[in-house]
C-alpha cells in the first residue's frame, strides 16, 4: 500500500504562485505514475498533472506552460509548481499514485485563487 499526503496549498491572488508537495510513503517502489488532479466546486475531478517512474511528464491543456510537475526520484516528493495562477485554477487539489493495478490518492490540499 501507499500513503500520500499533499501540502502547500492556500489563497493566493491571480497571477500569483504556489507549490504544491505530495509526501509517498510504503510500497513507493512500485509506484508507476505520481499525478495531481484536482476537483474544483461542482466538478468532476479532473487531471492536471503526471510524471512516469522514468520522468516523463504530461500536462492538462488548461495549464500547459504555467505549471510544472517535478520529481528527483521514487524516494523524493513529487512536487507541483503553479505560475501565473487564475481563478479557475481554484480547486481541491489531489495526489495520486498508480501502480499495476491499485490507485491511491491523498486528502487533498485547497487552492483558492482569488483577490
Known amino acids: 500500500q501507499v500513503q500520500l499526503v499533499e501540502s502547500g496549498g492556500g489563497l493566493v491572488q491571480p497571477g500569483g504562485s504556489l507549490r504544491l508537495t505530495c509526501v509517498a510513503s510504503?510500497?513507493?517502489?512500485?509506484?508507476?505514475?505520481m499525478g495531481w488532479y484536482r476537483q474544483a466546486p461542482g466538478k468532476q475531478r479532473e487531471l492536471v498533472a503526471t510524471?512516469?517512474?522514468?520522468?516523463?511528464?504530461n500536462y492538462a491543456d488548461s495549464v500547459k506552460g504555467r505549471f510544472t510537475i517535478s520529481r528527483d526520484n521514487a524516494k523524493k516528493p513529487v512536487y507541483l509548481q503553479m505560475n501565473s495562477l487564475k481563478p479557475a485554477d481554484t480547486a481541491v487539489y489531489y495526489c495520486?499514485?498508480?501502480?499495476?493495478?491499485?490507485?491511491?490518492w491523498g486528502k487533498g490540499t485547497l487552492v483558492t485563487v482569488s483577490s
Open positions: 510504503g510500497s513507493i517502489f512500485s509506484i508507476n505514475v
Open positions: 495520486n499514485a498508480q501502480m499495476i493495478v491499485e490507485s491511491y
Open positions: 510524471i512516469t517512474s522514468g520522468g516523463s511528464a
